[in-house]
């Protein structure tokens, strides 16, 4: 735990000397592909030192200056299973993003999903005999939390105070400078398996660059595609990619849980394929451009040239219905969200004041998905672009950016984690499992 909180704080030093430098890179490493953002800072450095606790700030303080995309290779459920084909792309859309830019990038900040996320609520609470909250106090508090036993080869990706109680006042955002007895706090604490973390440290380091920061994309994504309204009372974002369907939960702007389907649109992309006896590559423009989940009476009648170049007239002029390609595409579907329902339900997701949905994502572009996602979810759904930034181009303003976008503010205005406070060093070890998981029932 010593060493990830010393290379956790390592990395929060170099995103602040990237902004000072004026210029950093963002890279989204999904299944399907690999987004990169090239952002300039305006009077970089002091963008997000207003040292202040808590949600990100509402003015962005960049500008993105590159942009571009390629197709992942290496990648599979959202985690790198071959190092040099990743490289490979990495390089090319980080290429092409500088070329864009034309200024040359050395600091990378990096988004991923998969990894099995794991949530855990932390509580502790400290006496302070009436004097002032101090930052020391802060972390205090923060290491008397019982850290859970989250078992070997696991890291802690995200730790981040959400809430603060002073005496009998709770939601405090940021207590410095207050008086009280006792100082409480909740903390939201995220493991990931750490070969992921570690193939994605291996494969920055071997494109010549410096990580200064790493994230969960369904964090991320929260960040960009849920307003603020949604954020303050409480909403999932459902971020359905290639590989993986990232589930994050967020109440007072803060994410209070985190989770993962191994399952996205590549894997309707592949029943398409599978069913209608397609390459991989006329099965995913077809669910682009004639896919969906809900069939009406007309789908009968509407014919979908398949095409071909087989050389075999007969089989290179076949159509199938758009009824039956509905067919293929729906049950998959329904899977996903069916298991998307089991994540927000073991979150206990009802128990929250407003239980809107946001669904985002290149996968949640389905004709008819919001409308299956509220029969199966049984919740209010609605589909979800991120926010807009300046210079973000017209081609990354669409789901499939929220991860990359949502990076940009998290890089901008990172919330506070345990490792942005002085931590008493000599008591790092993990100590028994107090209380995680449903915590936030009771405490919000």
């Keep these: 735990m010593t060493d990830l909180y010393q290379s956790q704080r390592a990395m929060r030093q170099m995103r602040r000397q990237a902004m000072q430098r004026g210029v950093v890179a963002i890279l989204d490493v999904g299944s399907s592909k690999i987004a990169c953002l090239v952002l300039r800072f305006d009077g970089a450095g002091r963008l997000s030192e207003d040292n202040s606790i808590g949600s990100l700030a509402g003015q962005t303080g960049f500008r993105v200056i590159g942009a571009a995309t390629t197709r992942s290779r290496g990648v599979q459920f959202g985690e790198v299973t071959a190092m040099q084909e990743t490289e490979r792309a990495i390089r090319t859309a980080l290429q092409a993003a500088q070329k864009m830019a034309d200024i040359r990038v050395d600091h990378v900040i990096v988004c991923f999903s998969g990894a099995n996320p794991r949530s855990y609520g932390l509580d502790a609470q400290v006496e302070l005999d009436g004097q002032e909250v101090t930052e020391a106090e802060v972390g ?18 995200h730790a981040q105070p959400v809430n603060f109680a002073l005496d009998n006042r709770s939601g405090l955002i ?65 971020d359905m990619g290639g590989g993986t369907t990232s589930v994050s939960i967020f109440m007072k702007k803060h994410m209070i849980y985190a989770d993962c389907v191994r399952m996205g649109g590549d894997h309707v992309t592949a029943d398409i394929s599978m069913g209608l006896g397609v390459p991989a590559a006329v099965a995913e423009r077809i669910k682009t451009f004639n896919g969906g989940v809900h069939a009406t009476g007309a789908d009968d009648r509407d014919l979908i040239d398949i095409g071909g170049d087989t050389g075999d007239w007969e089989h290179d002029r ?10 293929i595409m729906r049950p998959r579907v329904e899977e996903i969200l069916e298991e998307v329902r089991v994540r927000l339900d073991a979150a206990g997701f009802e128990h929250m004041p407003s239980q809107q949905i946001v ?7 389905i004709m008819g998905l919001d409308g299956l996602a509220t029969r199966i979810l049984g919740q209010r759904v609605r589909l979800g672009r991120p926010l807009r930034v300046h210079g973000l181009p017209q081609s990354a303003t669409g789901p499939g950016f929220s991860s990359a976008v949502g990076l940009s503010l998290f890089a901008a205005h990172p919330q506070d984690e345990w490792w942005d406070f002085e931590i008493p060093v000599d008591t790092y070890a993990a100590r028994p499992l107090k209380r995680a998981m449903r915590w936030f029932r009771d405490n919000w």
Excluded: F, W
Excluded at 359 to 365: F, K, R, V, Y
């Design 359 to 365: 669904l985002t994502g290149g996968g949640s572009q």
């Design 140 to 157: 205090r508090v923060l290491n008397a939390c019982d850290v859970p036993d989250y078992g070997a080869g696991r890291e802690v990706l």
């Design 174 to 238: 940021d207590p410095r400078g207050q008086l009280g007895q006792t100082l409480a706090v909740d903390m939201h604490m995220l493991t990931v398996d750490a070969v992921a973390i570690q193939n994605i440290l291996r494969c920055i380091k071997r494109c010549d660059l410096e990580l200064a920061g790493i994230a969960n994309s369904a964090y991320v994504s929260g960040i960009s595609a849920l307003v603020e309204d949604e954020q303050e009372l409480g909403a999932a974002c459902i």
């Design 318 to 327: 076949r159509t199938v219905s758009r009824a039956e390609l509905i067919g």
